[in-house]
T-cell receptor, first 113, second 113 residues
Framework: QQQVKQSPQSLIVQKGGISIINCAYENTAFDYFPWYQQFPGKGPALLIA?????SEKKEGRFTISFNKSAKQFSLHIMDSQPGDSATYFC????????????FGTGTRLTVIP | NAGVTQTPKFRVLKTGQSMTLLCAQD?????MYWYRQDPGMGLRLIHY???????AKGEVPDGYNVSRLKKQNFLLGLESAAPSQTSVYFC????????????FGSGTRLTVV
């Protein structure tokens, strides 16, 4: 059972456009929602994260929007650049356990010039 | 500052052979994890450790064993490799568990023929 559902599987965006990746969860105990960025041949790297006490977090061109009532969160990449082409994973965790971080299945983003 | 280092980067095994994947971190992190990444399935947790001398099973532990004899090292063993274990393996570490960012290694691409 997938704890975190991510869509779309792949996304193609023109340079300068907005990339939007969506994730949904069911477990209301989740209280930490990170996004990871992975370039080909590399490991995932933490991009940005949010906790449910805020509805939005922005870091440069990357913004997480969080809707607690809908149990959804999304990543927005403004002014998308070819260098943003990568696979993006959302994730969610909650509680004090060491093994309760659950990843989405990933979105392969391609930004075309 | 090397972060998380995985060796080897690539390996081809014959069915039934054994091997050990090494993960080393220099950040004094308590928690360490082994994941496998397969197309369309995201990252799945194999085993994890919450400190030196401890190990625990994750979501997909069958066919794998782990050891954490030193805080900085986390070893993943395959006793009798099977084609289903063809995957990309990632090690990660975290200072305090799932509610903090993970640092991933660059991965080991394993092919079992």
């Amino acid at each position: 059972q997938q704890q975190v559902k991510q869509s779309p599987q792949s996304l193609i965006v023109q340079k300068g456009g907005i990339s939007i990746i969506n994730c949904a969860y069911e477990n209301t105990a989740f209280d930490y929602f990170p996004w990871y960025q992975q370039f080909p041949g590399k490991g995932p790297a933490l991009l940005i994260a949010i906790r449910p006490d805020v509805s939005e977090k922005k870091e440069g061109r990357f913004t997480i929007s969080f809707n607690k009532s809908a149990k959804q969160f999304s990543l927005h990449i403004m002014d998308s650049q070819p260098g943003d082409s990568a696979t993006y994973f959302c994730a969610a965790s909650g509680g004090t356990g060491a093994n309760n971080l659950f990843f989405g299945t990933g979105t392969r983003l391609t930004v075309i010039p | 500052n090397a972060g998380v280092t995985q060796t080897p980067k690539f390996r081809v095994l014959k069915t039934g052979q054994s091997m050990t994947l090494l993960c080393a971190q220099d950040m004094n992190h308590e928690y360490m994890y082994w994941y496998r990444q397969d197309p369309g399935m995201g990252l799945r947790l194999i085993h994890y450790s919450v400190g030196e001398g401890t190990t625990a099973k994750g979501e997909v532990p069958d066919g794998y064993n782990v050891s954490r004899l030193k805080k900085q090292n986390f070893l993943l063993g395959l006793e009798s490799a099977a084609p289903s274990q063809t995957s990309v393996y990632f090690c990660a570490s975290s200072p305090h568990g799932t509610n903090y960012g993970y640092t991933f290694g660059s991965g080991t691409r394993l092919t079992v023929v």
